[in-house]
């Protein structure tokens, strides 16, 4: 921590010094050490001076759910922006996932990547960035009986979706790419006044580790909600950044 001070004291960026404890524990582990990075202590710390995205609630999710309507184009449009957030959080899943990065760019959710049963839904992600291979995965997303449920937010989706190859495809039939999800998420927040450039499209994911840390679930289970391979989803659970 006092090494992570010293950084932060100094001008080190977040990413930076990250790397540089990713180092550390990497020589730890080569010696056989303990590994003090790991401490929840050391996360916190990083989290301080280093990434400090606030995370999405659940309730701040249905508020901008509600307000898609009000900010969106039309109710189309609020239909897909609304289900794609509902995927982010329910799935902790990062907007590369969900939509390419640009129009002329593959990646994101194609249509048969999304199997809609009576219990929820199912998803497939064939890349990812800790899948480079593409090997591809699938897992559950449940429905939920609250003000909101992801079942509920893809079926009022698809009812309306215009054909193609891309799962989210706006009303001209041009795919949702990120820097737009990141775009309408912002103006959203705005209109239910939150401080927008204090969160991104990360703030999914983050929210969705720190919801499940509040509920009470092992770390073996938010480990397998948000897929992470390590402890890393530590970082990640910030009931103190909340709004």
């Known amino acids: 921590m006092a090494f992570l001070s010293k950084m932060h004291a100094i001008g080190v960026s977040g990413s930076v010094a990250r790397n540089r404890v990713s180092a550390l524990a990497f020589h730890f582990k080569l010696r056989g050490w303990p590994d003090s990075t790991k401490h929840f202590l050391v996360g916190d710390e990083q989290i301080k001076h ?3 995205r606030r995370p999405i609630s659940f309730d701040l999710l ?7 309507e009000s900010v969106c184009d039309s109710k189309y449009e609020a239909a897909l ?5 509902g995927l982010a959080f329910f799935g902790a899943m990062r907007v590369s996932e969900i939509v390419p990065t640009a129009l002329n760019k593959p990646g994101g959710l194609r249509r048969e990547d999304i199997l809609i049963c009576e219990d929820g839904i199912r998803i497939r992600i064939c890349k990812s960035k800790t899948d480079q291979e593409g090997r591809g995965t699938w897992f559950p997303i449940f429905a939920i009986n609250k003000d909101i449920c992801p079942l509920v937010l893809i079926k009022e ?3 309306v979706r215009k054909d193609g190859s891309q799962l989210f495809i706006h009303e001209n039939g041009l795919p949702l790419v990120s820097g737009q999800f990141l775009a309408i998420l912002r103006r959203i927040l705005s209109r239910v006044g939150m401080p927008a450039a204090e969160f991104g499209t990360h703030s999914f994911r983050i929210g969705a580790a720190t919801e499940a840390s509040r509920a009470g679930l092992l770390e ?3 480990q397998r909600v948000g897929r992470w391979r390590s402890r890393c989803f ?3 659970i910030r009931p103190d950044l909340l709004l």
């Open 62 to 68: 249905v508020s901008l759910v509600k307000a898609s």
């Open 81 to 85: 922006i609304s289900a794609a957030f």
């Open 157 to 159: 989706y698809m009812r």
């Open 220 to 222: 073996s289970e938010i």
């Open 50 to 52: 280093g990434d400090n």
């Open 234 to 236: 530590t970082r990640y």
